[in-house]
Every structure is written in C-alpha cells, then in structure tokens.
C-alpha cells in the first residue's frame, strides 16, 4: 500500500471519529417529523439580525428571548411540524434568563412551543437536506408536500431550490414575487432544470436580505399568530433626534415571566399609539427610555422597530430620509 493511500485511509478514520459540531449536536436532538427545519450558527443569524427580527411576529411574545439567545449562540436548529415547534441552542456562553428556555445539558438549551419535544435527530424524509443543515451559514428546509423547499445563505448571497410537482405553477409564482422587488431584479438569477426551480441572489445588502425573508416566510407561514398589524415604513429627517423624541414618549416598562420585555408608550408617536409596547430596536431589547437615549446616536440610519398592540406584534421600518 502505497503512502498516500495510507495517509487518505488514516486521515478517513479520524473524520470518522471525530466529535460531533455544535450544529450536528442541535441537529440530533429536534424530532424525527417536522414540515419546516432551519440551521444556522449564531454569528451568521447577528449578521443577518435584520432578517431575524422580520420573523419576530412569527413567534409568540414570550419567544422573544429565545431569539435574542439564538443570535449569540455557537448554533440554532428549529423543527416546526403540526404538534408544535422545538427549538435547540448549543452556546459556550450562558444563556440569560429566559423563562421559555430549558437548560438540557452544560451548554445546550431547549424551548418548546405545543406538543412539540426534543428527540433523536431529523427523520429519512431530510436526508437530502442534512448536509447543508449541518454546514451552511443558515439553512433551511420545508416539506410543503407537493413541494420541496431548500434554501442556504451566508452574508451577502443566497439560493432556493424548489422541487415541485407544479414546476411551471412555481416558477410563474417565483417571477410575480420577484416583480415586486425592483430593486432585486439584477440580483436574481431565476433556472430550471426539470421539476426543480432555482434561485441564486448575489450581493445582497441587509433591507434586501430582510426583504427576502418576509416573502420566504410568508410563503412557508402565510398566517403567522401575530402579523394582523402591519405598519407602513416611517420617513423621519434625522435618525438620533426623532429616537429621542420616540424616547421622551415611553412610560412604564413591561414585566412579563420576571423580566422586562419593553415600554409603553405614553403617549402616541409616529405610527404607535398610546399604550402600544416597543419591544425592540434593531437587535436591542428596549427595557427603559434612558436606554434608547442612550443609543439615539450609535443606531443607524435605517432600522427596524418591533411592536406590540393588544396580542399583535409586528415589526415596521424607519428610515432617515
């Protein structure tokens, strides 16, 4: 036997045994039957937090937590099916507080929504996925049973494939949503290779990326529990002056489980009326107006605001024109 071939075996076994990644360890434990799967690491979901927080009102208030968690993170894994929805944080770091997760081990965490529970790892159905959950940025999977979503991301680009059983129905769907994305059109790259319908974006900035995101999940999700609100983008002339202003009108923070979700407004300002709670800015969790004072001058120029009012929560965007 040859050197090489020695060295090409040996190093084979090594893989073999090596341990398994963080993403693998939250893989292994999400419920063998689920219709839609995500993965990501968690320094890919804070690179992408504007897209995070569009999926915000797509988790009940008590979530919101779970999601600032999955965004410090060393990895994240959901399995959504019809009994509930299992989510897994493997994490180095602690985890604070929060009341809708459970420390399992040292370093992993569970929440749970339904019936949903953790058990041995994703079934046959996603073993055409499995490879680009365990190792992609961010990935996701849906079985939507005539159709077959797949889709990965890291910063700046992105691909969906769709194996459909309608084909020509998908792709015709596909160009009506892109239509509507003026500003995307040169970015996408629309192919067909028989029954799969591909996707490839390049060179996405944050608002187009967000922009994807509200689509993919309103295809995936077209009634999520909390997205009867929808609020129009704010135009405001300068960015750290008007968050002040949205500053002077909070009053009393909103304990819920322990812990201070956000503030009430006192008073009505922009879209918000009085009583709505800001919960968050961006990635910050809003908990006092000192706060966002505070962070007036460092946000940027463009952000966006999660709500609620009443039991809906949604999310809306300012701008600095």
Known sequence: MSSY????????????DRPPTPRERALALLPAEASIVAAADGSALAAWRRAVDVARPYAPATFACVIDAALSADAAALAHGETGTTIVLV????????PAIARVASDVYVATLGN????????PRWTRARDYLAT?????????GDRHVLAAAETGAAWLAIDAADPDAAQRELAQTIARWSS?????AVTRRGSQVLVRATALDPDEVAALAHDVLAQ?????ARAALSLPTVH????????????????????ENGGVIGVRLADPMWLLLRGDIVLGIDSHRITSAAQLTALASALPKRL???????EIETVFEVTEE
């Open 136 to 144: 992609a940025p961010i990935a996701i999977a849906a079985d939507l």
């Open 220 to 224: 995936l999700d077209p009634q999520p």
């Open 184 to 188: 995307l059109g040169s970015k996408l």
């Open 304 to 310: 966006s605001v999660a709500v609620r009012r009443g």
């Open 236 to 255: 405001v002339p300068a960015m750290a002056p008007s968050l002040r202003a949205l500053a002077a009108v909070l009053g009393d923070p909103v304990v």
């Open 91 to 98: 994490s180095r770091r602690p985890v604070a507080t929060c």
């Open 116 to 123: 949903s529970t953790i058990e041995h790892g994703l079934g």
């Open 5 to 16: 071939a020695k060295v090409v075996i040996a190093g084979a076994l090594v893989a073999c």
